[in-house]
């Protein structure tokens, strides 16, 4: 089996191509970092007409990704299943329109974002709920770097305010005008060098509560830079696309 390794802002994943009919089993293999590949998640793209794209987690439990997605269709647009820059990728969240805006730089039109919630105390945490394909509970910080992102993630994750399905958590510095995020990922389980939904989920949050506005550039763990377009609607949201950086890394093949 041919698979290339994919890097979105450090946010890392293993790409095959074709129908994958056991995705869950194959991504806690190959993206195992002691047995396997390694990665974050599994990317299975079917090229064609109507190209299509499932993602898994490394812990097997399939989902949507932002920048799985973006990931995807820079690899189609590279190697050239895809030749227009604009074009419909079809995901877990339904047909999203992408923009190639280079080589290695992306646009995905963002999933619409689901109900928006009044922050509430969870723990000792004030956290804002919002979910953007997947759900999020973003906590503003004071100081992100020196933030004790595992153990603090680890426990909103999982805690009861989010069951039964979890949340991935935003950790969120705002600087000028521009947030720095790290984000720890339920079905990764762990701190990952970016999250593109939450990129998204911190900069609508900014927006809501602190008044920042499109576009947003948030600065993620792995020292890349995305951004956050979107349009107010009311007391919501429309028209979100999330840009950044994807990258092949290497391929290779798999016995």
């Not at 991504?27 to 007409?49: I, S, T």
Request: charged share 25%; with cysteine.
């Amino acid at each position: 089996m041919r698979f290339w390794k994919m890097s979105g802002a450090g946010n890392d994943f293993v790409l095959v191509q074709g129908t994958v009919t056991s995705g869950s089993s194959l991504a806690r293999r190959l993206c195992d970092r002691k047995k396997g590949v390694g990665a974050d998640g599994l990317l299975a793209v079917e090229p064609g007409k109507s190209p299509r794209l499932r993602y898994w987690n490394a812990d097997g439990s399939e989902a949507f990704c932002g920048n799985g997605t973006r990931c995807a269709a820079l690899w189609l647009h590279g190697q050239g299943l895809v030749k227009k820059r604009r074009f419909i990728l079809h995901t877990a969240q339904g047909p999203l329109e992408i923009e190639i805006l280079g080589r290695e730089r992306a646009a995905v039109h963002m999933p619409s974002p689901g109900a928006l919630h009044v922050p509430r105390m969870v723990d000792r945490f004030e956290v804002f709920e919002i979910d953007t394909g997947v759900p999020h509970a973003v906590v503003f910080v004071k100081a992100v770097a020196d933030f004790p992102v595992l153990e603090a993630g680890r426990a909103l994750r999982r805690h009861e305010a989010f069951a039964p399905a979890g949340a991935n958590v935003d950790f969120v510095e705002p600087k000028g005008r521009t947030l720095h995020v790290r984000t720890y990922e339920r079905g990764v389980e762990d701190e990952t060098l970016a999250c593109g939904t939450g990129v998204v989920a911190s900069a609508l949050a900014a927006a809501l509560l602190r008044g920042a506005r499109s576009p947003v550039k948030v600065v993620v763990r792995g020292g890349a830079y995305l951004r956050a377009r979107f349009k107010r609607s009311g007391a919501g949201f429309s028209d979100v696309w999330l840009e950044g950086p994807g990258e092949l890394v290497y391929q290779g093949d798999i016995d």
